[in-house]
């Protein structure tokens, strides 16, 4: 039955294609790949999703409540916020909106990996925040999204 599931839900990623969301330029994202320390004593975040998994699925993302934008396959948003300070960073999920607080340090980046996960209905959405030589691997293979678009 578990396979069952797990098949169906692969076929139907797959037949429903990719999500499309609006991009940054190519110029945008080749200097947020630059990893420069955020300005003034601010943190800054970079929020990405990798991979194929739930390709059809577009989930937002928000950082202190705030719309950060909506998420697709290999994409990634830069925000900076205040340093020496506790953020939420959530992301919709199946039922229930997803958190991960993160203690923030002035003139530090940040990474936080959106993750995908199988659901009863529709796909659900995690975070998790990873090291920076992980983050910024796969950050530097992704593109830049625009920010501020949210279905909720």
Known sequence: MK??????????????GCASIPMESTEQSNMAKKFAPPS????????YRSGILGSALK????????????????????EEVAGNKEHKISTESEFSPNDVL???ESGKNYFIR?????????????LEVIDE???KKEVQKLKMAKKGTCSQ
């Open 3 to 16: 396979k069952a599931l797990i098949a169906a839900a692969l076929a139907t990623t797959i037949l429903s």
């Open 40 to 47: 003034n004593e601010n943190a800054g975040l970079y929020i």
């Open 59 to 78: 989930k937002d993302v928000w950082v202190d409540d705030k719309c950060i934008g909506e998420t697709a396959p290999n994409v990634f948003f830069y």
């Open 102 to 104: 993160l203690q923030t």
């Open 114 to 126: 959106q993750y995908i996960k199988l659901g009863v209905l529709v796909g659900g959405a995690g």
């Open 133 to 135: 030589e992980s983050g």
